[in-house]
């Protein structure tokens, strides 16, 4: 059973927008962190962005400051991203985690979805 599920994922031109979903159940629901990494083919999985569901503090990676929003709905133990003037670099699978923490390092996230495809074209 997928503990982790991601949608939200497609195709948009640059400049575009799309919103990314993470539903948790089971043992991620009750993890302190939701995070969003993004690896592209070729490429090291790259951070970009996390929250710590009881405060709500969000960080982000160097290359979406300004442009992405992390949240979370405890409720509905789902975490979003916002994405908003997407790049052509900004192309890959996009993966959701869940953790103790909110760490940039994918080795200290516990629970790891499948991922969902975004493709930014020029």
């Known amino acids: 059973q997928r503990q982790l599920v991601e949608s939200g994922g497609g195709l948009v031109q640059a400049g575009g927008s799309l919103r990314l979903s993470c539903a948790a159940s089971g043992p991620t629901s009750s993890s302190a962190a939701m995070g969003w990494f993004r690896q592209a083919p070729g490429k090291e999985r790259e951070f970009v962005a996390a929250?710590?569901?009881?405060?709500?503090?969000?960080y982000y990676g160097d290359s979406v400051k300004g442009r992405f929003t992390i949240s979370n709905d405890n409720a509905k133990n789902t975490a979003y991203l916002q994405m908003n003037n997407l790049k052509p670099e900004g192309s890959g699978t996009y993966c959701c985690?869940?953790?103790?923490?909110?760490?940039?390092?994918?080795?200290?996230?516990?629970?790891w979805g499948q991922g969902t495809q975004v493709t930014v074209s020029s």
């Open positions: 985690a869940a953790g103790p923490m909110a760490a940039i390092h994918a080795a200290s996230w516990d629970y």
């Open positions: 929250i710590r569901k009881s405060l709500g503090s969000t």
